[in-house]
């Protein structure tokens, strides 16, 4: 699994970068998770965005505590620890900044022992290109399986709602960027799960006859002394050569009117059934067919 962290200030788009380079990784057929992370809720606080992808799938929750890659789009946010960019990197870890500044400059500043990349933006800061484009194309270029088409592509999807011509210039300043770190193509490396599925911790409860597992629909109460068989007008009746013993009927019988012999075949208590012909509906093999009490039958007017 592919687990990066993007870090920034409120306002620099870095869930707009997530979003793109979770969208890049989906369009390589990758799963994807991406969130932002919100401290205070103002323009300019730190905040950073997670992404996740792997060929699997993803059953990690939460935010990204040891990740694959670092994103910074916002030097001075190193050396603030509320910021957490430094937190649970590892020797292996690449940091990458967006600087004008050489990597050394902050392997020696903050004696860093991960490996650090920087990169330039292809257009002044603050000019149209989003620095989210620029983010999510460094690093599409570092993890190294993401397409030049795809990433443009993702650019084109997420930033859907602009003008055509922003959406062009933000693909070309994030393609600029990918093709610019190409010398650290595939440099992350995904790390293996650290959430494994075990064995559910259930029981595993054997089939019951449904006279035992649903003994409430066989007590029909007050009904005993109560002959409702009388209502009837439509009476059910089974056919047993065509009866599979499922026990449906018994078990949706709301009177409790029918019981199974000790063979699975249901019997119709007609002192008791009231013809409401929901067994005849559940019947999944049609064995059950209804006809008219006698007496009940339409009476033929006379002439
Ligand atoms: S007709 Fe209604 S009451 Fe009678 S056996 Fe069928 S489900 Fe039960
Ligand atoms: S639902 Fe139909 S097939 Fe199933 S036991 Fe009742 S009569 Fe037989």
Known sequence: MYRIRMHGRGGQGMKTASRILGTAFFLEGLEVQDAPRYGAERRGAPMFAYVRADHKTIIERGIIIQPDLVVVS?????????????????????????????????????DLKCQVIVFSLPFPQGSRPALSSCCAGAAAALLGLISANNLAQAVGRE??????NVITENQQAAL???????DHRGIVQPSPARVEIGKPQWLDLPLEAASISAPAIHAPATSLKMNTGVWRVLRPEIDHGQCISCGLCSTYCPDGAITLNPEGKPLIDYDHCKGCLICLAQCPA???????????????EES
């Open 74 to 110: 916002d030097d001075s946010l190193i050396p603030m620890a509320v910021a957490g960019v430094l937190a649970g990197l590892g020797p292996d870890t690449p940091l990458l900044i967006c600087s004008s500044r050489k990597a050394s400059f902050y392997l020696e500043r903050y």
């Open 159 to 164: 930033l859907s709602a602009l003008p055509d």
């Open 176 to 182: 600029t960027v990918y093709d610019q770190l190409q």
């Open 286 to 300: 049609q064995a059950i067919s209804a006809h008219p009490e006698q007496g009940t039958e339409p009476q033929e």
